[in-house]
């Protein structure tokens, strides 16, 4: 299967209510639903020129954060973990995002469907990054997902699972401060953690393969980043950190994504990833 990210069709994003201290809905203007509209545009064409499919999912007016399909569930081994939203203003997404799987499975993109049991909060891939390098699920709890979803998670798809506690609103979902890249390198910024989840992220990546994020970095949302094979695709970039990626063999490419940041997503919330397996092809788990 070629690789193939789910993203959603922008026309109905818009900042109109706060759940996290990046949006403001006074600073929303028209001009910013044009650039977003370009903006998802143009990540769809850097994914599809990187060599990836993507499949689209409908607007739902009323639904604006339905862009970030990553919060829809997690996939893995063609399975789809759905999510549960911890704020109201999303829990309207659950329904289109569900149709959406079941048209994949349909369609035969996914095999299975799963549910959270009953209560459980989890915002989905945005809350668990699957480390192919190390074989296993980081998670992210503490500000939008329940701690006790990495154990599912972990059962669900036979893999450990490392839950990492959220120490900051601004980072408030995984993906937003850390990102395992295919070479094995971890972009991430340690001030979004717990001395704990810390201490948990060293004693698994050797100093060689830390990438730290500056705050700069991280205030522009680049650690939400899209890794396929050696391209990296993210939000505008400072020139260190573009400089300190190349180094590592990347080809880093830069999507302008501002109105998205404004409602505290990028390039790697943007887009679900179906394709993932836990066992690189060819290769015996
Ligand atoms: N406004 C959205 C929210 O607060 C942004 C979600 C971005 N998603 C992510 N996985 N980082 O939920």
């Known amino acids: 299967m070629a690789p193939t990210f789910l993203m959603t069709d922008p026309g109905h994003f818009d900042v109109s209510y706060t759940i996290n201290p990046w949006m403001s809905p006074a600073a929303w203007t028209p001009a910013h639903a044009r650039a977003a509209r370009a903006g998802s545009a143009a990540?769809?064409?850097?994914?599809?020129?990187?060599?990836?499919?993507?499949?689209?999912?409908?607007?739902?007016?009323?639904?604006?954060?339905?862009?970030?399909?990553a919060n829809?569930?997690?996939?893995?081994?063609?399975?789809a973990l759905l999510a549960r939203f911890r704020h109201p203003e999303r829990q309207g997404e659950e329904a289109p995002f569900r149709a959406a799987?079941?048209?994949?499975?349909?369609?035969?993109?996914?095999?299975?469907?799963?549910?959270?049991?009953?209560?459980?909060v989890h915002e989905g891939a945005g809350d668990a990054l699957w480390d192919e390098t190390?074989?296993?699920?980081?998670?992210?709890?503490?500000?939008?997902?329940?701690a006790a979803a990495a154990e599912v998670i972990a059962r669900t798809f036979g893999r450990p699972a490392v839950a990492l506690e959220l120490a900051s609103p601004h980072f408030y979902h995984l993906d937003t401060c850390f990102r395992p890249l295919s070479g094995g390198e971890v972009l991430y910024y340690p001030q979004a953690f717990t001395p704990r989840a810390l201490a948990a992220i060293e004693a698994r990546i050797a100093p060689a393969d830390r990438l730290i994020a500056t705050r700069q970095d991280a205030e522009a949302l680049c650690v939400n980043a899209v890794c396929l094979g050696r391209t990296v695709i993210m939000a505008r970039a400072p020139a260190e950190l573009k400089a300190r990626i190349e180094a590592r063999g990347y080809t880093l490419v830069e999507v302008d994504l501002a109105p998205f940041i404004l409602s505290g997503g990028a390039a790697f919330c943007m887009t679900l990833r179906l394709d993932l397996v836990s066992a690189p092809q060819g290769v015996p788990a």
């Open 72 to 79: 829809a569930a997690v996939v893995l081994d063609g399975v």
């Open 134 to 146: 190390r074989g296993v699920f980081w998670t992210g709890h503490g500000q939008r997902s329940d």
């Open 101 to 120: 799987f079941e048209t994949l499975k349909r369609r035969g993109w996914i095999d299975r469907i799963v549910e959270l049991p009953d209560g459980l």
């Open 43 to 69: 990540l769809s064409w850097a994914l599809q020129a990187a060599g990836a499919r993507v499949e689209m999912v409908p607007a739902v007016p009323g639904l604006p954060d339905l862009v970030f399909p």
